[in-house]
């Protein structure tokens, strides 16, 4: 199922602020070299993610699943002064690329971290003010609930892809991955420790916050 009018993104891009210029070349090199492109979350979610991190001026800072560094860079532009964001990836080829580009940008605000994020997480022994979930669809319900008596009360958890490509929607989810998404906003939305909406911005952002 095709979520995004073409002619809307391409709008919407033209009348989004530039990516700054690491940003931009994440982006081109990413959508030309890598086999899984499309997991990149691109110039107008990127800057709402970067729009939001600005708003919350969050201190800490955790992300889950850095791909090629593109929402780190983004998430971490809005950290007040003295704030930290920490990422964590489970693949060292996609680990390897974002610590170029964070170096690249002069990001000494962000700290890399390689391998698997259920082991990492409870080794930080941090508090955080926003968290970012990006990575394996099976364990969103496990990160989740791993990271939310972490987050501070009023804090923030950023889901994506929780339209899955439009899977979701379907009369019949049969993907494993659909349906673990389908599961984990069904958790979300029955969690009373919070509130959430539901944004489709590109393949849905569910944006939560601890009450």
């Not at 364990?139 to 009360?153: A, D, H, M, Q, V």
Request: hydrophobic share 40%.
């Amino acid at each position: 199922m095709e979520l995004v009018n073409h002619i809307a993104e391409a709008y919407a891009q033209k009348n989004t602020s530039q990516l700054d210029t690491v940003l931009q070349e994440i982006e081109v090199y990413t959508m030309a070299n890598h086999p899984q492109a499309h997991m990149l979350s691109g110039h107008v979610q990127g800057m709402v993610l970067q729009m939001l991190s600005g708003m919350l001026q969050p201190e800490r800072i955790l992300e889950i699943g850095t791909f090629t560094g593109f929402s780190a860079l983004c998430l971490a532009k809005g950290l007040r002064p003295g704030g930290q964001l920490h990422t964590i990836e489970l693949r060292e080829d996609d680990a390897k690329t974002a610590a170029g580009y964070f170096k690249k940008a002069g990001a000494e605000n962000i700290t890399l971290h390689i391998g698997d994020a259920l082991q990492i997480i409870p080794a930080l022994n941090e508090k955080w003010d926003l968290i970012f979930i990006d990575a394996d669809k099976v364990n969103y319900i496990n990160y989740y609930e791993l990271t939310l008596p972490l987050l501070k009360k009023g804090g923030y958890i950023i889901a994506d892809n929780v339209l899955f490509h439009g899977q979701v929607l379907e009369k019949e989810i049969t993907g494993k991955n659909a349906k673990a998404i389908h599961t984990f906003n069904e958790h979300v939305g029955k969690d009373e420790r919070t509130t959430q909406v539901m944004l489709t911005v590109r393949d849905g952002l569910l944006i939560i916050k601890k009450l």
